[in-house]
């Protein structure tokens, strides 16, 4: 089945830097999504982002389906970006979404 | 406001005993999903439903039960079958289950074992 690889496994930054997180995905994919599992554990859709480049802020995410990979971009980062941010996509075999298995953020203040 | 509600937020569950986690949506989803998450760990699906009386079993089904009576409602029953209870469980639902539509995420269920 569909491989989901996130890098870096764990990034630390001071408050005020930005960061790119990476998704890649061993197959063709109709459609990616983009969440941040807050230190509480509730998780937020950020991004459903299939292709192309979509903004919402301070963040901002970039699919590349061709080269079966996703970037999300953090600019201005701020403490309340910690916690942990998954990409996830549809199989290719079954009825399931894969995720896969994080990126934690720590920004210090 | 439209949402996803999960209860208890924490739970605890004696040695043979039976518990069920509630999850309940007011966005009129058809799919619903219930996640497993260990700690430092990614997303695991136990079950999911894509339609009201009709339910699927995820990656881990093993010790778990559901059932899909109303759309609203896709409760999880953790069984004394299951050895290794504590998580945290993740209730989630999308318009369909075609899987082209965004997910959405309760605030989670914390079960712990007595």
């Known amino acids: 089945g569909i491989q989901v690889e996130q890098s870096p496994p764990d990034l630390i930054l001071q408050e005020g830097a930005n960061s790119t997180l990476r998704c890649n995905f061993s197959d063709s994919v109709n459609n990616l999504q983009w969440f941040h599992q807050n230190p509480w554990g509730q998780l937020i859709n950020l991004f459903y982002?299939?292709?192309g480049t979509k903004q919402n802020g301070r963040l901002s995410a970039t699919t590349v389906a061709t080269e079966r990979y996703s970037l999300l971009y953090i600019s201005s980062s701020q403490t309340t970006d910690s916690g942990v941010y998954f990409c996830a996509v549809p199989s290719n075999r079954d009825d399931k979404i894969i995720f896969g298995k994080g990126t934690r953020l720590h920004i210090l203040p | 406001d439209g949402g996803i509600t999960q209860s208890p937020k924490y739970l605890f569950r004696k040695e043979g005993q039976n518990v069920t986690l509630s999850c309940e949506q007011n966005?009129?989803?058809?799919?619903m999903y219930w996640y497993r998450q260990d700690p430092g760990q990614g997303l695991r699906l136990i079950y999911y439903?894509?339609?009201?009386?009709?339910?699927q079993k995820g990656d881990i089904a093993e010790g778990y039960s559901v059932s899909r009576e109303k759309k609203e409602s896709f409760p999880l029953t953790v069984t004394s079958a299951q050895k290794n209870p504590t998580a945290f469980y993740l209730c989630a639902s999308s318009i369909d289950g075609t899987l082209n539509e965004k997910l959405f995420f309760g605030s989670g269920t914390q079960l712990s074992v007595l």
């Open positions: 982002i299939p292709s």
């Open positions: 966005l009129n989803h058809d799919a």
């Open positions: 439903s894509q339609i009201v009386n009709d339910f």
